[in-house]
C-alpha cells in the first residue's frame, strides 16, 4: 500500500512539474524584481525600467487612477493564445512616468510589446479582462494634460479592447465578418522630420503590388532618392491582408484619426471591396487604432518579406 501511495504521489508530483513547464519560462516568475530582469534582459533601451508594485509615481493624479481601477504591477495570462504564460506589465521608465508593456513567451524567445502610442499619450490604464476563457487586455489612455495639476478628464480618455492577432495588439472582435473580399489597397505614408520619407504600396487583384518609396533631406529635395518596385505577393500573405482586414471591419473603422503633433506620418489608406463598398481613412500620427497600426506595419514590412523586382519603366 505504501509503494503505492509513493507512485501517485510521484505522478502527481511529475504532472505538476510538466504542467508548469508547459506554461513556459515566465510561469515562474514571483517577485517585481525578477520581472524587471526579464524586461532589461530583453532590450538595452529599457535597462532603467523599474517593477514596483506598490505603484509609487511622482504625478499623484496617476497613482490615485491606478488604486481605483484597481491595476497592478504585473498579471500572467495567455495573451497571445499558444498556450504558455505572458506578462502585462505597468512600471516606470524615464523620467518616472508611468508605461505599460507586453512579454509575449513564443516559445523559442521572449518579445516585448510596447504600446507606441504612449509617446503620444498620458497615463496608460492597463488590466487583464476576461472574455469566458480568453484572456484579453483591458486598456486605456489620457490626453497629455498641459499642467501637473489638471485633472486626467474622462472626455480625452479613450478605451480599448485588445486581443493578440495577426503578429501585434488589435481591437478584439468577437464576431468579425468572414467574407468581406478586398479588391485593392492603396497606402501611402509621408514623415518629414530633418529627412522626409514617401511610401505608397498599391495591392491590385490576384495580389499584384507596387511600391514606390522616396526619401531625402528636408531642405535638399536634389539629394531625392527613388525606387519603384513590383512583386506578386504569396498567397500566405495576400490571405493574411484578406484576415486582418475582415477581422476589423470597415464599417467599425473611423474615416479620419488626428493627434496634436508635429513631425508624425500623414497616413491615408483606401481599400476597394469587392462589393462596391470603399474604405477611406486619413490617420494624421498612425495611432488612431490598433489594428490600423496593425494593417500600417504589415503593408510596410512587405518591402523585406516579398520578392521585388524593378518596376518597368
Same mark, same amino acid.
Given at each position: 500500500?505504501?509503494?503505492?501511495y ?19 519560462r515566465?510561469?515562474?516568475?514571483t ?8 524586461? *532589461? ?5 529599457y ?8 505603484? *509609487? ?13 484597481k ?5 500572467k ?13 505597468t ?15 513564443? *516559445?523559442?524567445?521572449?518579445v ?11 497615463c ?14 483591458s ?9 501637473i495639476?489638471?485633472?486626467?478628464k474622462?472626455k ?6 485588445l486581443?493578440?492577432?495577426f503578429?501585434?495588439l ?15 489597397i ?18 491590385e ?15 535638399d529635395?536634389?539629394?531625392?532618392k527613388?525606387?519603384?518596385l ?25 474615416r479620419?484619426? *488626428? ?11 483606401r ?21 490600423l ?20 519603366k
Amino acid at each position: 500500500m505504501l509503494k503505492t501511495y509513493t507512485v501517485l504521489i510521484l505522478l502527481l508530483l511529475s504532472g505538476l512539474t510538466v504542467n508548469v513547464q508547459a506554461q513556459g519560462r515566465l510561469a515562474n516568475l514571483t517577485t517585481d524584481a525578477a520581472v524587471q530582469q526579464v524586461v *532589461r534582459s530583453l532590450d538595452e533601451s529599457y535597462k532603467n525600467f523599474q517593477v514596483d508594485s506598490r505603484l *509609487r509615481f511622482e504625478d499623484k493624479r496617476v497613482q490615485q487612477l491606478y488604486q481605483r481601477e484597481k491595476v497592478r504591477a504585473w498579471e500572467k495570462a495567455d495573451i497571445d493564445g499558444n498556450g504558455l504564460l505572458d506578462l502585462l506589465i505597468t512600471g516606470t521608465h524615464y523620467n518616472n512616468k508611468s508605461k505599460v508593456i507586453c512579454v509575449l513567451d513564443m *516559445r523559442d524567445r521572449l518579445v516585448l510589446e510596447e504600446f507606441s502610442r504612449q509617446f503620444y499619450r498620458y497615463c496608460p490604464v492597463a488590466r487583464i479582462k476576461y472574455a469566458g476563457k480568453q484572456p484579453l487586455i483591458s486598456y486605456a489612455d489620457y490626453d497629455k494634460p498641459f499642467l501637473i495639476t489638471e485633472p486626467l478628464k474622462k472626455k480625452d480618455r479613450q478605451e480599448f479592447l485588445l486581443t493578440y492577432r495577426f503578429g501585434g495588439l488589435i481591437e478584439y472582435n468577437p464576431t468579425p465578418t468572414l467574407n468581406i473580399q478586398p479588391d485593392s489597397i492603396l497606402y501611402t505614408s509621408h514623415f518629414a522630420y530633418h529627412d522626409v520619407e514617401e511610401i505608397e504600396i498599391r495591392v491590385e487583384p490576384l495580389g499584384r503590388t507596387k511600391y514606390h518609396d522616396c526619401e531625402y533631406p528636408v531642405l535638399d529635395e536634389s539629394e531625392k532618392k527613388c525606387e519603384d518596385l513590383t512583386a506578386k505577393l504569396t498567397d500566405t500573405t495576400q490571405q493574411q491582408l484578406v484576415q486582418l482586414l475582415n477581422y476589423l471591419e470597415p464599417d467599425k473603422i473611423s474615416r479620419e484619426y *488626428r493627434i496634436g503633433f508635429n513631425h508624425v506620418p500623414y497616413i491615408t489608406l483606401r481599400v476597394m471591396y469587392a462589393d462596391g463598398r470603399r474604405l477611406q481613412v486619413e490617420d494624421k500620427g498612425g495611432i488612431g487604432a490598433f489594428g490600423l497600426t496593425r494593417l500600417y506595419a504589415l503593408l510596410e514590412s512587405l518591402r523585406k518579406t516579398q520578392e521585388w523586382v524593378p518596376a518597368k519603366k
